[in-house]
């Protein structure tokens, strides 16, 4: 086997689940599977990076709550002062709303949901209060956990802030900004093209393939020794250099995990800043986050910045209310208003039909946030096994979901999530 | 060559530094290095866990401040609320104070002691208050350093502790604590031997011998892949068990870090609690420290009890100032009042002058602190490299210096520090 990242071979794993029921929330909360307890740990109860445990269901359950303790990191430091601190109204009554899954017959209340979708943390907000927030297993109140894909949406947003300010041209070229990505597929793409995620790029992402492409850009991102054989790339910066062009950018949506990862070292370049600093410097200080966020981070130093962000649950929701008040958060104008209607007027739905989302019909992407382009102009920020920012402008509503899903697609969820989303918001909307 | 950790390859390049004379703090400031700078970093600039250059000096002036960027850590959790804040009464006169260092016949003013000690940061607490305060090189007034085995004296401090709540007795012996190690060196040492290291452990920790038993003891804790043709113990516990004896228990002073391990195990096995998770339970939070701390840990979660944490300048001051107040700080007795009378009466100096510490004479260790038992009854916490927290009770002082000293061992600055100490004690007292 080649040298691959500790993370790829377990999301391999996890791919590979077995044709059985898996556990329910219940029975594989990891305190009750006994992880990491005890002084030491029993062998079978230790969650190791280098066995598969890692990331495989169900360990994977205590491992988003503890990426810290797997890899090195880097540190998105909160407020010193002004730490927001949320009004709460909170409202029990949300959990007996009732909603229809997709695909299904059979109504399910919003509580049910919870569990079916293994969610670990949920904080719903209406008109920036809190209406609602519930922890379950190895999530708690100060605790962290991994957003995944939803790391690509403050990326996004730091591009889209830059652009606000003129300090990014979405119409440059990306080479003019990273000249070592010159002869890269990525060096005639336009910073717009990345953003969006509409380059065309000779890379799989698909992880059930052992030799797709995603795998040596883990290898390359790994801070584990390099054996002794190894001549690939040894950083993410290096392996984006090495990515061919797949035909001509700008005709169709593809989300390819590596467009964020450029759209990273773009945003480096001219700020002189890494992403965990720029994102403490420009958000997460100034909404008032309570906690510190982390970043994993390659043997370069180099931040994930496609899916190695880890935060807080109530700093999720700042975030989140933030982008609702088009930027406005915690007294002062944290992001432009430019940057947020930039958001907001969505991306090309033809050209992201071309992908083939069967759950999420006349959908978007744009900035690196999927755009649902429903009644409500609802909009959010997506990760596998259940990573969730959900912001609906009409129902002023701002819904967080941090979940460990046995499987990481969210096709898994899907149904079982945006018809809650929508029956909550229409719920709130009667109030 | 055996598999070392890499914190152990890097202390022995470290120990074995060429007789050319050492770059000035000033010449070997990480910023004027250039250490990580740039996107990518140039690899001549870069970092490195795995090629010598982390923990070798000067590029370990850079690490100390990050040491999380290279290892996976456990977080010690600040206050959510009642965040200390010190009041301040300057005093920049303090940088003129001279001092005579040891065996030396030219006195030096202690702002030039800063830069002869690679000093990162410094603390001078007068009756609680900030008198004195410097940040130089990596270090900033937010930022974290690793306090190498300063870590030593919180587990003691949390140690005694225990002994003061009845939670621990002195007495008993390590077995009826830790049954795993019965058959080990610890087993029949006493509570009070292992935290006063007058244990009798077969155990080198020479770093300079490539054969010395602290690389069996570090490649255990190291969190990387194992080799396949490892047979070794595979974590600080299991590395503890094979530990034999070399004599009898409580006849000397032998200053050995898996005394501190064993330690933290005893404790996490009577409170059931890491030693993160009780450092911040029982004291980090209590005295409203500003800013998380964390501990490196070892494959198996365990922190590095000996010499893993990392921790704020004003957090420690504020640690430091709790001891000296007798446990109360920060509006409550966050220890018990026992405990710190239990650190204050010292160790055995006979059993102490055994070991042969030149500068200090008279000298004892007690509970993991080093007790100097001279006219103002001040105490310390030492880490290799220059870490410091020095209490001189009749001064009403706490001292705190965090550096990254190209040597080591403290006896390199220990001239420099120790009758500096004294000289700015002189001075507090007379104003």
Redesign the interface.
């Known amino acids: 086997m080649k040298h691959l990242s500790i993370l790829s071979i377990a999301l391999m794993i996890s791919m590979n689940l077995n044709a059985q029921q898996p556990l329910t929330a219940e029975q594989s909360d990891p305190k009750v599977m006994g992880w990491?307890q005890g002084?030491?740990?029993a062998k079978d109860r230790?969650?190791?990076?280098?066995d598969g445990t890692f990331f495989e269901f169900p360990a994977l359950r205590y491992s988003v709550c503890h990426m810290?303790?797997?890899?090195?990191?880097?540190?998105v430091?909160s407020a010193?002062n002004d730490r927001y601190q949320f009004d709460e109204a909170l409202d029990s009554s949300i959990s007996k709303i009732e909603f229809m899954p997709l695909g299904e017959k059979k109504a399910m209340t919003f509580e049910e949901s919870l569990a079916k979708n293994y969610t670990d943390g949920i904080l719903i907000l209406h008109k920036g209060k809190v209406v609602y927030e519930r922890y379950f297993g190895e999530l708690t109140a100060?605790g962290t956990h991994a957003v995944m894909s939803v790391s690509k949406t403050f990326t996004g947003t730091l591009g889209a802030m830059l652009l606000a300010e003129g300090i990014l041209d979405e119409h440059k070229l990306v080479k003019e900004y990273v000249p070592e990505l010159a002869n890269s597929a990525f060096g005639d793409a336009t910073v717009r093209q990345v953003l969006d995620m509409t380059t065309s790029l000779d890379y799989s992402e698909d992880y059930a393939d052992p030799k797709a492409d995603v795998w040596i850009f883990s290898a390359a991102g790994n801070?584990?020794?390099?054996p002794k054989d190894y001549t690939g790339p040894t950083?993410y910066?290096?392996y984006l250099e090495t990515v061919k062009k797949a035909g001509e950018h700008g005709k169709a949506f593809g989300y390819k995990t590596i467009n964020t990862d450029a759209m990273g070292?773009i945003i480096?370049?001219v700020t002189g800043k890494?992403i965990p600093n720029l994102l403490s410097e420009r958000i997460w200080r100034p909404i008032g986050a309570?906690f510190?966020g982390?970043y994993q981070?390659d043997?370069?130093?180099?931040a994930f910045a496609g899916g190695g962000f880890n935060a807080n649950l109530r700093d999720l929701g700042m975030f989140g209310e933030m982008i609702r008040k088009d930027g406005y958060f915690n007294g002062k104008q944290v992001l432009p208003k430019a940057a947020i209607a930039d958001i907001r007027k969505g991306g090309n739905q033809a050209d992201f039909a071309k992908a083939g989302y069967s759950n999420l019909k006349n959908w978007s992407y744009r900035n690196m946030w999927w755009m649902s382009h429903n009644a409500n102009g609802a909009f959010s920020a997506r990760g596998v096994h259940g990573q969730t920012i959900y912001i609906d402008p009409k129902a002023e509503m701002v819904f967080i979901r941090l979940a460990s899903h046995h499987t990481a697609s969210n096709t898994a969820n899907d149904p079982y999530s945006l018809p809650a989303y929508q029956a909550v918001a229409d719920y709130l909307m009667k109030k």
Chains 1, 2 share one sequence.
């Open positions: 990491m002084f030491p740990p230790t969650v190791s990076l280098f810290r303790e797997f890899f090195p990191t880097k540190v430091k010193d100060d801070p584990t020794p390099l950083n910066y290096e070292w480096s370049k890494s309570n510190d982390y981070i043997r370069a130093g180099i």
